[in-house]
């Protein structure tokens, strides 16, 4: 079946601009994650939301990261004012168990 | 919060030597610790999971062991081959299902 999908693949902005990015987790999961991958660093936990629950926000990293999950499916990180240190892969995963099923990422890229 | 440290950072063996890769954390509260793997330029996996209740899990070539006295896990994989070439992330959370806490990996270069 399908798995989890990520939009868009690469993404260059300028700083200062906002951008948004997109999860479609794998169909019948109530639990979507995402995190950040750093050139060289490990994944580091951003937000993760489990079905109508209020979401776990305590890894984004300021208050210019915000997410949302609508239906309880589709994810959108959005970011403002993206800085220079906002590069990164960021990923997303989603599970209906204890795995956690990755998408391929979009990577970030701010000039 | 939780704070998962994972050594080392790079580890080269021999085709057919055994690799050991070990993790730390600080909660005490965690009960569930995940291995993944990640190959160049693609996602992560999941390669093998470990609960509290137990001590350790084998699955083929790969195993875990988990010392909650002393808070650390270790992976093993016996018999290393050319494609057990990557990076493998060690993780904890309080619960399966739950937000994990990474280390920041280990890569793994295994030659023939």
């Given at each position: 079946g399908?798995g989890?999908?990520?939009s868009?693949?690469?993404?260059?902005?300028?700083?200062?601009?906002?951008?948004?990015?997109?999860?479609?987790p794998?169909?019948?999961?109530t639990?979507?994650?995402?995190?950040?991958?750093?050139?060289?660093?490990?994944?580091?936990?951003?937000?993760y939301?489990?079905?109508?629950?209020a979401?776990?926000?305590?890894?984004?990293?300021?208050?210019?990261?915000?997410?949302?999950r609508?239906?309880?499916?589709?994810?959108?990180?959005?970011?403002?004012?993206t800085?220079?240190?906002?590069?990164?892969?960021y990923?997303?995963?989603?599970?209906?168990?204890?795995?956690?099923y990755?998408g391929?990422?979009?990577r970030?890229?701010?000039? | 919060?939780?704070?998962?440290?994972?050594?080392?950072?790079?580890?080269?063996?021999?085709?057919?030597?055994?690799?050991?890769?070990?993790?730390t954390y600080?909660?005490?509260?965690?009960?569930?610790?995940?291995?993944?793997?990640?190959?160049?330029?693609?996602?992560?996996?999941?390669?093998?999971?470990?609960?509290?209740?137990?001590?350790?899990?084998?699955?083929?070539?790969?195993?875990v062991?988990?010392n909650?006295?002393?808070k650390?896990?270790?992976?093993?994989?016996?018999?290393?081959?050319?494609?057990?070439?990557?990076?493998?992330?060690?993780?904890?959370?309080k619960?399966?299902?739950?937000a994990?806490?990474?280390?920041?990996?280990?890569?793994?270069?295994?030659?023939?």
């Open positions: 399908a989890v999908s990520q868009p693949s690469n993404k260059v902005t300028e700083k200062g601009k906002d951008v948004e990015l997109r999860c479609d794998i169909s019948g999961h639990a979507l994650y995402w995190y950040r991958q750093s050139l060289g660093q490990g994944l580091e936990f951003l937000i939301f489990q079905g109508n629950s979401p776990d926000k305590s890894g984004l990293p300021s208050d210019r990261f915000s997410a949302e609508t239906g309880g499916s589709v994810s959108t990180l959005t970011i403002q004012r800085q220079q240190e906002d590069s990164a892969v990923l997303c995963a989603s599970s209906g168990g204890p795995e956690q990755f391929p990422g979009t970030l890229t701010v000039t | 919060g939780e704070n998962v440290e994972q050594h080392p950072s790079t580890l080269s063996v021999q085709e057919g030597d055994s690799a050991v890769i070990k993790c600080s909660d005490s509260a965690s009960n569930y610790f995940p291995w993944y793997k990640q190959e160049l330029g693609k996602r992560p996996q999941l390669i093998i999971d470990i609960r509290s209740n137990v001590g350790e899990k084998k699955d083929q070539r790969i195993a062991t988990l909650k006295t002393a650390h896990f270790s992976l093993h994989i016996t018999e290393t081959q050319p494609e057990d070439s990557a990076v493998y992330f060690c993780a904890a959370s619960q399966a299902g739950t994990l806490i990474f280390g920041k990996g280990t890569t793994l270069s295994v030659s023939s």
